[in-house]
């Protein structure tokens, strides 16, 4: 049996794509079958910033339809062994998702693998519900900002009440949080929420803590998961998070601002 | 030039924001949870004074204002309900 884990924010851009790419590739680098779900029907993106957008032929509407099978529609990944790519349809909306449609393709994928990672569009509607129905743990995303905590709040309260565990009264989805885009220069300056307020405000566990990197960009450019980056900050953050999520006990990292030598000073470099 | 921004931003700092951030959360959010488990009573509240006003005092149910201002440890809830004049049409209504 899999592990369904929704990634979700309620509020958009604060990158649930991103952390979804990143995590699934990273826990298929750990040798964990994963298979990562684009929920973003309409507005698909995961395919982009996994790299395979040239490769899809059919979605996961077309599954719930019956138009193609579900075999059909996985993109195997080719830089990570155990790792596939369910896209959201581009054409459809919606309401093309059924929890019927959705429940049966989460029991197929269970058959064969470790993971299953739910990429919620952002929002409370349709799409989001039906991301996190199945769940039985949730990354949520945060920014270090209002309007992102509090959504993130409103999303854990709609865990706790809307997802299948919380209607068959089982034991809760288990939360974690992921707070991204962290500027601990601009923390220190107090132009922006601290990690320790962002905790006692939602109060979840902490799975990680991803800085703002520049290296983001780069690699959603490129079409390859950011924790493929070696060098990147951020990779490198991502990395441990998956390790503290498979169990391992690994201290955060770039909680402070990195010392900066005059030269970068003078050029206005930026974490990598 | 932006080293001489640097060195001279230091001299006077802004007052930091982040901590306003956080107060304005933890009220917002104290609210928010409120109704997460129990619906909102303010309509319905509302709805109830105005109809015991309007038991014994004829009304204009537009012309009632209600304001709320969520605070940390208190908010305040003001309804106000425009009473019309002796000269008004209807008047005063016998009780039962």
Redesign the interface.
């Known amino acids: 049996m899999a592990e369904v884990i929704v990634v979700t924010s309620g509020k958009g851009g604060v990158g649930k794509t991103t952390s979804s790419a990143a995590f699934a590739t990273g826990l298929a680098q750990r040798g964990k079958r994963t298979v990562v779900i684009d929920f973003d029907v309409g507005l698909r993106n995961l395919d982009l910033i996994m790299g395979v957008e040239r490769r899809v032929v059919f979605d996961i509407v077309n599954v719930i339809s019956g138009e193609a099978r579900l075999n059909q529609a996985l993109i195997r990944d080719k830089r990570v062994d155990c790792l596939q790519i369910l896209p959201a349809s581009q054409t459809r909306d919606k309401d093309a998702l059924t929890k019927e449609g959705v429940g049966k393709i989460i029991e197929e994928l269970s058959k064969d693998n470790d993971y299953i990672l739910c990429d919620s569009p952002a929002g409370i509607e349709k799409g989001a519900l039906m991301a996190l129905y199945f769940a039985d743990q949730a990354i949520v995303v945060t920014n270090p900002?209002?309007s992102s905590?509090?959504d993130s709040?409103?999303i854990l309260?709609v865990l706790q009440?809307k997802s299948r565990r919380a209607e068959e009264k089982r034991d809760p989805v288990k939360e974690h949080l992921l707070v991204t885009r962290y500027d601990p220069a601009r923390?220190e300056?107090?132009?922006?929420?601290?990690l320790d307020?962002i905790r006692e405000?939602l109060a979840i566990p902490l799975l990680g803590v991803i800085p703002e990197s520049e290296s983001v960009l780069k690699a959603s450019n490129t079409g390859n998961p950011v924790i493929m980056d070696q060098e990147s900050v951020a990779g490198q953050a991502y990395k441990d998070a998956v390790s503290r999520f498979l169990g391992e006990k690994v201290e955060h990292r770039f909680l402070e601002p990195a010392k900066k030598g005059i030269f970068s000073?003078?050029f206005?470099g930026r974490a990598a | 030039m932006s080293w001489l921004a640097d060195i001279f931003r230091s001299r006077k700092p802004e007052p930091a924001t982040a901590s306003q951030a956080k107060e304005r959360l933890q009220i917002v959010l104290a609210h928010e949870r409120i109704g997460r488990t129990r619906e909102d009573f303010l309509p319905k509240l509302q709805q109830e004074i105005v109809a015991v006003v309007a038991r014994y005092v004829s009304i204009d149910p537009g012309r009632v204002n209600v304001s709320l201002d969520r605070g940390g440890d208190m908010s305040t809830l003001a309804i106000e309900i425009d009473l019309p004049g002796p000269g008004a049409q209807g008047g005063r209504r016998a009780s039962a």
């Open positions: 900002e209002v905590v509090r709040d409103r309260g009440s923390v300056k107090g132009e922006m929420l601290k307020d405000i000073r003078l206005g």
